[in-house]
Nanobody, 121 residues
Framework: QLAESGGGLVQAGGSVRLSCAAS????????MGWFRQAPGKVHEFVAG????????EYADSVKGRFTISRDNDKNMMYLQMTSLIPEDTANYFC????????????????WGQGTQVTVSA
C-alpha cells in the first residue's frame, strides 16, 4: 500500500515536498513514480525513479523544478517541488511500477487518496 502526504496551499514561486510511504517488501525492488490529476483533467505522469534511484525521468512541464528521490531503507519516496506555478495545482499520487526499471513493465495505476497541492497566484 502507498500513502501520500505533504500537500497543501502554497504561493506561486514557493516549494513543497511530497512524501510517499510504502508498505511491503517489494517497494525497494520496484521503480516508482508520481502522477497528478488537475481538476477536470486526466491523470498525467510527473516523475519516475528506478529501484535504486539511479535513473529518473520527468515530464517536460516539471523538468528543472521538481526532483524525485527515494529512501529504500525507510520505504519512502519523495517529490521536491520548487518554483511552483498555478498550473501545478492538482492531486498528486504515488504509483508503483511492475518492474525495477522505468523502461520495463508498466505502472500499477491503482490510485490512492493522493495529496492535494494548490498553488495560488
Amino acid at each position: 500500500q502507498l500513502a501520500e502526504s505533504g500537500g497543501g496551499l502554497v504561493q506561486a514561486g514557493g516549494s513543497v515536498r511530497l512524501s510517499c510511504a510504502a508498505s511491503g517488501s517489494i517497494f525497494r525492488n520496484s521503480a516508482m513514480g508520481w502522477f497528478r490529476q488537475a481538476p477536470g483533467k486526466v491523470h498525467e505522469f510527473v516523475a519516475g525513479i528506478s529501484w535504486n534511484g539511479g535513473k529518473t525521468e520527468y515530464a517536460d512541464s516539471v523538468k528543472g523544478r521538481f526532483t524525485i528521490s527515494r529512501d529504500n531503507d525507510k520505504n519512502m519516496m519523495y517529490l521536491q517541488m520548487t518554483s511552483l506555478i498555478p498550473e501545478d495545482t492538482a492531486n498528486y499520487f504515488c504509483v508503483q511500477r511492475s518492474a525495477n526499471y522505468l523502461t520495463l513493465g508498466r505502472w500499477n495505476l491503482d490510485w490512492g487518496q493522493g495529496t492535494q497541492v494548490t498553488v495560488s497566484a
